[in-house]
């Protein structure tokens, strides 16, 4: 159902670090399930429109006011690592 | 009569009367979680001092004769994964153990302004994703009715809490089942509104089309009192439906006339235990000795409804789940020793001369998210965000998202359809009742399984509820489930009022509850 | 331009930020330059539990914009979130339109670059997104580090993006003129490069002809990090130049290597390669199911075509019909927006003299207007009073020295025409009063007299000389009309 090199690819794309084993273990549960979701196919769904919201609501808008934003110290508050100003992370630009 | 006798209910009215105070309600609600609490394990965090302030200050203001809100004075719990200015809001999870949010949830917001005593916040699955409360990172919790079985989940906490008489009333959320299924196991009343009925501005997401926040209490009558506080249209939630509330609170004890109900042929077939089967049959005759018409009606979609579900929601989640890379907020691997560790392995590879393994070797960053996530996360969470990538993922999409989205709108018309025939589907909530402990905690697709029932109504976003209609031979409380076309939460609750009235499941309590006390 | 042995193919990929007062989805401020993260709230951080909700009149500026660039209107349009990871996108998606786009089609006509016309640009969709943060690089902490800053996080942006119809970087930056220009008027952008409210990256090959009259394309490379019109400019034409010498070298065409992404490095005038990584390209599209859709109806578009008002390419026209101004005296009048070329066709109406308001227009008041940072419309002198001094030059009442003076003073002490003349102490010279000099002195100059007669116009020079002496008032060209005409009147 998929193969132990596409969890690895998605492990990426997902931005998970698996153990080997723990890939392993996903290779296995993701393909029962997969496999269990390939009851879909016996569905007929040609020329049936795709529902994504469960509301069919459109238009809702807000209108162009500016709001007070959050105090800096609140909004940095809950960040695990900063200085004064900034969100601080390991450069964005490639190698370390 | 013991104050955890009364429902919410009569306690409001003992409140607006005078004869009990706040104080003496915040008092043996905070009683009840100190004795039993440690046993059932329902909340990740209470907030005593607090709650005292405030049921003092209430006192005050009824002493004083002012006008206070619709729940002045009543202890609520709240689900952890709904925002709380100020204080921790987890989600039962490690990634955000230590979050603060610097904002109330629309539905916080609305309880503040009825008055209502937020005495602490409930254990749930990590994310919600789960449904038996064993996933979350932070805390166990268990079945009142027999402590070594699940209490359901995700709202797990949110369900024992009521079953144990600790709060009258309790709030959680509902994607596939969360409100319902622990309702139904732990033999409370959990009502899942319709989407877009109650804002969803401050629940933290796991899959935004689907979740719902919604009520748990004893009974229909009480769930019809806090949701009444907790629905209405919300500007900050662009899916909020605007339309006005009905006073459920008061046209709940109504009697609904010419009530037509309808049941399902496969939700009372092949995989439902006898017990479950018993009871839910037992309910119907109930309804049909109350006058209303009982027929069958078809879900021709619904077997499909589980893997449509999971894909659905698992994307979503996926996205939804992306924010949590450590660097806003939220749990961070240690950086040192993530960049000692891609130091080691740029040097083995260097070593071995494997060029192409070196150009794919993460950079520091992308090592900090993975890293981060993989601790930050249990292995559920970890699971659905895997199963969302791939279904969203070049090449799937059209096989698994796309077309789990069309099925979507089969199983919507299918209910559709059948709501042209009748004004409510009865059934059972879940298959079984509640299971052991760790039972089924590491086979994932039997547990995606056990929601079969629950969640097409999600899918079609319609209202639904789940109340006590029996007790397996092994003394476990069984549910009964009730749906309902969109916006008709007042059908839904006159319905099951009914039925509260002609039976007595919903007053029966844990064992635990007067072994303990006989004790103490 | 020299003859070049290709055909350079570009297409534009252009990111404007919106001139919304709060952000797409919060009311945080949009305002350019505030410190580090003081304009964020839970929404544009992204935190748990948060929600999105449109901002109207965002979608009312795309609706726009599509309107004037000739695209056809979706009817219908819904949002979908592109999931990558960066750490300037707080919510690990971002939120833009993927299949149902806002606008569609469409065109924008440039000015030709070498004067030649009009170049039809085809514009293949515009949608609404919104912007990331901002990073940037550390190196002071000791090791190599970023810091985020998310005050830009959530600002409308509208993504325009061209067919590769583009023939030259000239032409490309002709476009990106065009498109300001035209933005500016719709107050949709304000289309600033420096402070990132208008951010372009370009696809480019080239079509290299071969001897069969086929021709081979060359592999297309993304353009990126381009930070003004003229370094757009710069790097296409390094970068064709580039492309037709690797081609010679490698013979690699279109579809034998992957799609390359350069970025221009203006100290060094040249692009470089610039690492992507493949897997970044899967961005799982999916439809926000946080947000509805929109949809629009005939009455409400043809409501904000109404609030279109007159375009530039439109109000050019209008210039060099009604007032028979050239390409290039409309174009530097229509670039100044739309309240300067309202201030130009009072003046010229007024005056009624188009190519003399074009000239004071364009060198007086834009002068002055540049010298002291101001816009026209804190300009101190009106329309109507330019144009009453604008009369007088032509009455020949003042000369243009003295108009300037005039106008220098009207300007700085905000004084009408006839003010400044008094304050500046400048004495009209009475018209019969000029005529009794000037005869005068050809009376008393019978060689210069001699010499005009005999073809020499010239001659009168020292006669204007001799009358400023007399009367330093006089208008010296003035003088020298009224001293041919006397002397014509007495020839025939
Ligand atoms: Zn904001």
Known sequence: MISLAEIEKVAVLARLLLTPAESQQMTEQLGKILEYMSLLNEVNTENVEPLAHAVELTNVFREDRVTPSLDREMALANAPHRDEECYRVPAVLGEV | ?520 | MAEQPYTIVIGLEVHVQLLTESKLFCGCSTKFGAPPNTQTCPICIGMPGVLPVMNRRAVELAVKTGLALNCEIARFSKWDRKNYYYPDLPKGFQISQYDLPICRGGYLDVPSPNREGMRRIRIIRVHLEEDAGKSMHDEKAGRADSRIDLNRAGTPLLEIVTQPDIRSPAEAKAFLTELKLLLNYLEVSDCNMQEGSLRVDANINLHIPTEDGQYVATPIVEVKNMNSFRAVERALTYEAQRQYEAFLETGHRLGDVPKQTRGWDEDAQLTRPQRSKEESSDYRYFPEPDLVPVTVTDAELEALRQQLGELPADIRRRLQETYHLNDYDSDVIVNQGRAFVDYFCQLADTCGDGKMAANWAQQDVLRTLNERDWTITQFPISAAELARLLCRVKSGELDTAKARMVFGHMVDHQATVDEAIQSLGIVQVDETELRQLCAELLASNPKVVAEVKSGKDKAIGSLVGQAKKRNPHVNPARVKEICLELIRQETT
């Open chain 2, 1 to 520: 009569m013991s104050l955890s006798e009364l429902t919410a209910s009569q306690l409001l009215q003992q409140l607006r009367e005078g004869r009990i105070k706040a104080v003496e309600v915040v008092a043996h609600s905070l009683r009840q979680i100190d004795q039993y609490d440690p046993t059932v394990g329902a909340f990740l965090r209470v907030n005593r001092d607090h709650a005292f302030a405030q049921a003092e200050e209430i006192d005050r203001r009824r002493s004083r004769g002012e006008k206070l809100g619709k729940l002045a004075g009543l202890p609520v719990a709240v689900k952890d994964n709904i925002c709380t200015q100020g204080e921790p809001t987890t989600c039962a999870s490690r990634m955000l153990k230590r979050f603060v949010p610097p904002y109330d949830a629309t539905v916080i917001a609305r309880l503040k302004a009825a008055d209502a005593i937020i005495v602490g916040k409930t254990n749930l699955d990590e994310f919600a994703m789960g449904g038996s409360t064993e996933t979350s990172a932070l805390g166990r919790t268990c079945n009142p009715w027999d402590v070594t079985r699940i209490p359901g989940g995700s709202s797990g906490g949110a369900a024992a809490c009521v079953a144990a008489r600790m709060v009258p009333l309790s709030v959680g959320s509902d994607t596939g089942g969360s409100i319902r299924q622990p309702a139904a196991l732990c033999g409370v009343t959990g009502l899942k509104p319709t989407y877009g009925r109650v804002s969803r501005f401050g629940l933290v997401a796991f899959a935004s089309s689907l979740d719902q926040i919604g009520p748990l209490a004893q009974t229909a009558e009480d769930c019809a009192l806090l949701l009444e506080v907790l629905a209405g249209h919300d500007p900050k939630d662009a899916t909020s439906i605007p339309q006005p509330v009905p006073p459920f609170s008061e046209t709940v004890r109504q009697p609904l006339e010419g009530l037509r109900v309808g049941w399902v042929r496969e939700h009372l077939g092949e995989g439902v235990s006898p017990s479950v089967l018993a009871a839910i049959q037992e309910a119907i005759k109930v309804f049909q000795s109350l006058g209303a018409k009982v027929e069958e009606v078809e879900l021709p979609h619904a077997r499909y409804a589980v893997a449509t579900y999971y894909i659905i929601a698992c994307s979503e989640a996926s996205s939804n789940l992306a924010r949590y890379d450590g660097v806003h907020y939220g749990y961070r691997t240690d950086e040192k020793a993530m960049l000692a560790e891609l130091a080691e392995e740029r040097r083995v590879l260097q070593q071995q001369g494997k060029s192409e393994a070196l150009e794919d070797l993460d950079t520091a960053l992308v090592r900090m998210y993975r890293k981060t996530r993989a601790e930050g996360f249990g292995a559920e969470v970890k699971r659905r965000i895997m199963l969302g990538t791939y279904a969203l993922s070049a090449g799937y999409y059209d096989a698994y998202y796309l077309k789990a989205l069309k099925v979507r709108r089969l199983i919507r018309q299918d209910y559709d359809k059948a709501f042209q025939k009748v004004h409510v589907i009865v059934g059972p909530v879940t298959p079984t009742p509640a299971f052991a402990l760790g039972e089924k905690i590491n086979d994932p697709l039997a547990m995606y399984l056990f929601d079969l029932f629950t969640v097409g109504t999600n899918l079609a976003g319609l209202p639904a509820i789940s109340i006590p209609c029996g007790f397996s031979e092994d003394g476990m409380p069984i549910g009964l489930h009730l749906q309902a076309p969109p916006l008709e939460e007042e059908t839904l609750l006159r319905a099951a009022h009914m039925f509260q009235q002609v039976t007595d499941w919903h007053r029966r309590r844990p064992p635990l509850l007067d072994r303990q006390a006989v004790a103490t």
